[in-house]
């Protein structure tokens, strides 16, 4: 399958977690000293599992929890806080890196057994061919809805009326021009690995746009800092669960609705799709860690607050160590309730 370069876990910007579609089968609540004391526990204990060797065994005797831990920030806030969850709990809980697309394989060969984020948006034939195959299940869903389209900060809404459906586009291309393309609008997308067939959307539709690619994703997202802090026009390619439409108030733009044939007849004239991310994990996690596997399907986190999460990380600073162990701290019964 073809899929563009992943992104690093800590840095200055959002990473991206975007990818094109497949196509012929390519593809802060006041704490209670109590939940202090445990998190920290918890996330002490993690530190320490997190430096031994792969191959350790449980004191019981029984295998930990190998959770894989992916290239994105909010993967890895997933993953962070399912096993710190886990770990309160008294379960033994061991973090595996694992490239995206390549995790199917580790859960199915053993050495993984859940991965926090399957996006169904980026892995869907690859998903069903594990699951064809009875190499890994579905645990349920995360409740995160992933999407990635073209964002545009509130404000332009006035400028150019008729937004967010995708028509008022093609009056008021110049309102989103700036000197390199003008009398061109400018869209923005992501570094040209990410895909995302623009140009070719920008052909189908008759949109009077130049796409422009950020070199980074951090140059993507500071572009847009700077936009809005100035009220400067910009049109972006924004994806969620994120930080940016957590923090700044716009809207996606409204393309004709995602088909799998809009992008395997390569007419690329629809949106990009849009769907559920899922928990995936071994056939036989349930026989081996019947309690463990009851809290992964109870872990439920929205879009917001995941996206509030993320800028913790990604534009205040903080580790993902410290935002799990705050938002913990904050939403005590939320997590409590995973262990019932």
């Not at 169904?120 to 995360?142: E, F, M």
């Not at 009077?208 to 997202?221: M, P, Q, R």
């Not at 701290?329 to 997590?335: D, G, K, L, T, Y």
């Amino acid at each position: 399958m073809h899929r563009r370069g992943l992104r690093p876990a800590h840095r200055g910007a959002a990473p991206s977690r975007t990818r094109e579609p497949v196509i012929d089968g390519v593809s802060a609540g006041r704490p209670t000293a109590w939940a202090l004391r445990l998190t920290a526990a918890a996330l002490m204990s993690l530190a320490v599992l997190h430096l031994l060797p792969a191959t350790r065994v449980a004191a019981d005797g029984h295998d930990p929890i190998r959770l894989a831990l992916n290239e994105w920030t909010s993967q890895r806030i997933s993953t962070y806080l399912m096993g710190t969850v886990l770990a309160a709990a008294g379960h033994e809980v061991e973090y595996v890196d694992a490239p995206y697309m390549d995790q199917l394989d580790a859960i199915a060969d053993g050495r993984i057994d859940v991965a926090m984020e399957f996006w169904s948006t980026t892995g869907s034939v690859a998903l069903d061919d594990a699951l064809a195959a009875g190499s890994v299940r579905i645990i349920g869903d995360t409740g995160m809805i992933a999407r990635e389209e073209w964002w545009y900060p509130i404000y332009m809404k006035e400028r150019c009326p008729g937004l967010p459906d995708w028509h008022a586009l093609k009056a008021c291309a110049s309102t989103f021009a700036v000197p390199d393309t003008a009398p061109k609008g400018r869209y923005l997308g992501g570094p040209v690995t990410w895909g995302g067939f623009d140009e070719e959307r920008v052909a189908a539709l008759g949109l009077d746009f130049e796409v422009v690619h950020a070199a980074t994703e951090a140059d993507l997202y500071s572009t847009l800092e700077a936009a809005v802090a100035r009220h400067q026009p910009v049109l972006l390619w924004v994806y969620a669960p994120h930080w940016a439409p957590v923090r700044h108030q716009g809207e996606w733009v409204e393309f004709p609705a995602f088909t799998e044939d809009c992008y395997r007849e390569r007419r690329f004239d629809c949106g990009k799709p849009s769907g559920p991310i899922w928990k995936v994990g071994a056939t036989d996690l349930t026989a081996r860690f019947p309690e463990a596997t009851q809290a992964i399907d109870a872990f439920h986190i929205s879009n917001a607050e995941m996206g509030a999460m993320i800028a913790r990380v990604d534009v205040d600073g903080l580790t993902i160590e410290e935002t799990v162990a705050e938002w913990m701290a904050a939403n005590e019964a939320v997590w409590k309730s995973w262990l019932d």
